[in-house]
């Protein structure tokens, strides 16, 4: 797709911004590997082009939840190390296997499955076994882990599969100090000395989260998962900006002016009339909705710079449609309106979205639905307005 066609909307997804952030992460976490965490179409940025981004940026792995996502990656030519690991019954294990990924493997049914396609595949199936060190959702138990790490050790040495990895994952890793962080530290280098004892070799232990690796180096091991920070968003307001963490902001939201017009005051706009224009005021048309992954929840709240202007949107956002009073300016249709961006052009950011619909910045960012075209850009210099 042309950066230049004039479109309804994009989400202006900045590559260059994207290997920046690759960057100044592997310095924080000098002593670890990298994975990009690239799940969710790339928590919404576009999962192929910046799992090439970040690879050229320097990331050893990359990540994914599902193996759907992981399979598509393959196939689309990524190389190297891909991880997945939210599994279901039936797999796909054996296309898993074939195709080279490393599977996340939190329980039994799961370990015995792997075992089972890897023996009809002829070919050893690289394992990562997931301690639940606290998080209490997806992950092996300290009680149930002796057998986990016994079948995986009796199936090593068969030849069935490669215990590639020992890895967990943080409750609260966004709130410094949380007493739940150094007891699950804690518990992670137990049930790792555990399995290493019974004779687990892995290549990796990991439990680091975007905020455990800008904030908590102890929890880096021997690599990071690293997933809104590649993203340039900061895990949680209360840490620090982006650019408190040398981060830069990736996508950027704008829509095309759909329609200005003069109201009258006293004119209810949108549906149930929740706003009421105070005056003779302009109303601007911003052509996207909540199927495009705009939170109702902003309604009557959310920022948005149009002609050099914050507004606010007025009344509720529709399927594919919002309304914001432009106090009498006009500008001219088809102007740009920025939902967010980096914020450095004046513009609001994820997360001032995310704080006026009551949710997270991952949120903002992840639901931009599929009817808004991401147009990925290399060089800074092409961006426009
Ligand atoms: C999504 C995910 C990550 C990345 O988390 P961020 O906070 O976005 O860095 C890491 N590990 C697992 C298991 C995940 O599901």
Redesign the pocket.
């Known amino acids: 797709m042309s950066d230049t066609a004039p479109l309804r909307a994009r989400a202006e997804i900045d590559l260059d911004a994207l290997r920046s952030n690759v960057r100044t992460l592997r310095a924080r976490a000098s002593g670890a590997a990298l994975m990009a965490?690239v799940?969710a179409d790339a928590?919404g940025h576009g999962a192929v082009p910046c799992a090439r981004a970040a690879l050229e940026a320097g990331a050893d792995w990359l990540?994914t939840?599902t193996p759907q996502e992981a399979l598509a990656l393959r196939a689309a030519g990524l190389p190297g190390r891909i991880m997945c690991?939210l599994w279901t019954p039936g797999g796909p294990w054996r296309e898993a296997i074939e195709a080279d990924l490393d599977l996340g493997v939190g329980g039994m049914w799961a370990l015995r499955e792997a075992v089972g396609a890897a023996r009809e595949a002829g070919q050893a199936a690289r394992v990562q076994l997931k301690a639940d060190t606290g998080l209490g959702r997806n992950g092996c138990q300290p009680a149930d882990w002796p057998e986990l790490v016994e079948e995986a050790v009796r199936a090593e040495r068969a030849g069935l599969v490669r215990v590639t990895g020992l890895w967990s994952?943080f409750a609260a890793a966004d709130e410094p100090g949380h007493p739940s962080i150094a007891g699950q530290l804690e518990r992670f280098r137990e049930m790792v000395a555990y399995a290493e004892e019974r004779g687990v070799r892995p290549e990796v232990r990991h439990i680091a989260?975007?905020?455990a690796v800008l904030t908590l180096p102890e929890s880096h091991f021997d690599l990071v998962?690293?997933?809104?920070?590649l993203y340039g968003i900061s895990?949680s307001p209360e840490l620090g900006t982006p650019a408190d963490f040398g981060l830069r902001p990736v996508m950027t939201l704008s829509a095309s002016v759909a329609l200005v017009k003069h109201v009258p005051g006293g004119h209810g706009v949108s549906y149930g009339h929740h706003y009421v224009t105070p005056g003779d005021t302009t109303l601007g048309l911003v052509p996207l909705g909540y199927a495009d992954g705009i939170p109702r929840h902003a309604s009557g709240t959310a920022p948005v710079l149009v002609a050099g202007k914050w507004r606010t949107v007025a009344g509720r956002v529709a399927m594919d449609q919002f309304v914001v009073d432009l106090g009498g300016d006009e500008p001219a249709v088809g102007a740009r309106a920025v939902l967010f961006g980096p914020g450095d052009g004046g513009e609001p950011t994820a997360e001032d979205w995310a704080r006026a619909a009551g949710t997270i910045a991952?949120e903002i960012v992840t639901r931009i639905g599929t009817r808004v075209p991401r147009v990925h850009q290399h060089v800074k210099s092409e961006r426009d307005g």
Request: hydrophobic share 30%; glycine share 12%.
């Open positions: 965490v799940k928590y990540g939840a690991w994952h989260n975007s905020p998962r690293t997933g809104i920070a895990p991952y």
